[in-house]
């Protein structure tokens, strides 16, 4: 007989502590991916009672022993239960991610963000960038939920950013948030394929988080990935697809002098071999340089 863990706890769980343990042995059990946020069970368990309960995200340990009422005690079986069982990445359940101290709303319309590039950005780019003041116009290829326009537009406060995506509803979600900034000013979301849209502008800086999941890694992604729009994840057989786009017509929208920085997961073998006479420049990021490289305009001619 199958035991019901979730209709047994609502009967006997009682204090923070006990929702802890009981969310990661069923996390553990369930054999959940964690990799939308969080890196293992006890920070996943963390998040997701603290955010429900309405309480400060980095403050475990003074409410473990916090009593909690019939109500509370639902409502974390609740979202814990539809985590298990369903198998959707947190940040969906909560309709919030996090970058840095920066957090996004976010919805099963657009990817959950996790852009190595929003670390460089929090740097303003250096040493890449001397003057960050004198940046004046940036585009965010494949946009999203506006989360690296939004960290650009903060990290450029000169610069107006043109954030570009395919999806009308990944724009929808990306408005939401430069509502959330107050940012409709210093940016403009436009809906194009990649550049078709975009006349003659040009750009100091082009940033892209692109789809690069090659097709193989798609036909094995853990259930987590498969709430994500397969059109922000898959680029062809070699996962590189939107990215030979991205390079084939960049320079035309780089004033001279301009950078391009794309991220492309784990291709930076396929990419190089595809593009040898290419100087990519690999940037260091908190996980190493093989995932976002550099271009100089005048490298792309």
């Given at each position: 007989m199958t035991v019901n863990y979730f209709q047994e706890a609502r009967d006997s769980l009682s204090t923070v502590r006990d929702c802890f343990r009981f969310a990661i042995s069923r996390f553990n059990q369930a054999e959940l991916f964690f990799g939308h946020g969080s890196a293992n069970a006890n920070d996943e368990a963390a998040y997701l009672i603290l955010h429900t309960l309405n309480l400060p995200l980095d403050?475990?340990?003074p409410f473990l022993d916090a009593q909690l009422t019939i109500s509370e005690i639902s409502e974390v079986l609740n979202i814990l239960e539809q985590r298990v069982v369903n198998r959707t990445p947190a940040a969906y359940l909560t309709k919030q991610a996090w970058l840095g101290e920066h957090?996004?709303?976010?919805?099963?319309?657009v990817i959950v963000p996790r852009s190595f590039i929003a670390e460089l950005l929090r740097e303003q780019l250096n040493p890449w960038i001397e003057e960050p003041e004198e940046v004046t116009a940036v585009l965010d290829m494949c946009t999203g939920s506006g989360c690296l326009?939004?960290?650009?537009?903060?990290?450029?406060?000169?610069?107006?950013?043109?954030?570009?995506?395919?999806?009308?509803?990944?724009?929808?979600?990306?408005?939401?948030?430069?509502d959330d900034y107050d940012l409709n000013v210093q940016i403009k979301?436009?809906?194009s394929n990649l550049f078709e849209q975009l006349g003659d502008r040009q750009y100091d800086l082009i940033i892209s988080n692109p789809p690069y999941v090659d097709a193989e890694s798609v036909a094995n992604l853990?259930?987590?990935?498969?709430?994500?729009p397969?059109?922000?994840?898959?680029?062809?057989?070699?996962?590189l697809e939107a990215t030979r786009e991205i390079l084939a017509r960049a320079?035309?929208?780089?004033?001279?002098?301009?950078?391009?920085?794309v991220e492309i997961g784990h291709n930076r073998d396929a990419l190089e071999n595809a593009y040898p006479a290419l100087p990519f420049i690999w940037l260091e990021v908190s996980a190493g340089d093989q995932?976002?490289?550099?271009l100089r305009r005048e490298d792309l001619i």
């Open positions: 403050e475990l340990e957090d996004f709303y976010v919805d099963e319309r326009a939004i960290l650009a537009a903060l990290a450029f406060p000169n610069a107006s950013i043109d954030a570009v995506d395919l999806s009308p509803d990944a724009l929808d979600v990306a408005q939401r948030n430069l979301l436009i809906e853990p259930d987590e990935y498969l709430s994500e397969t059109l922000a994840l898959g680029s062809g057989e070699d996962g320079a035309d929208y780089l004033y001279p002098g301009g950078l391009l920085i995932f976002v490289f550099m």
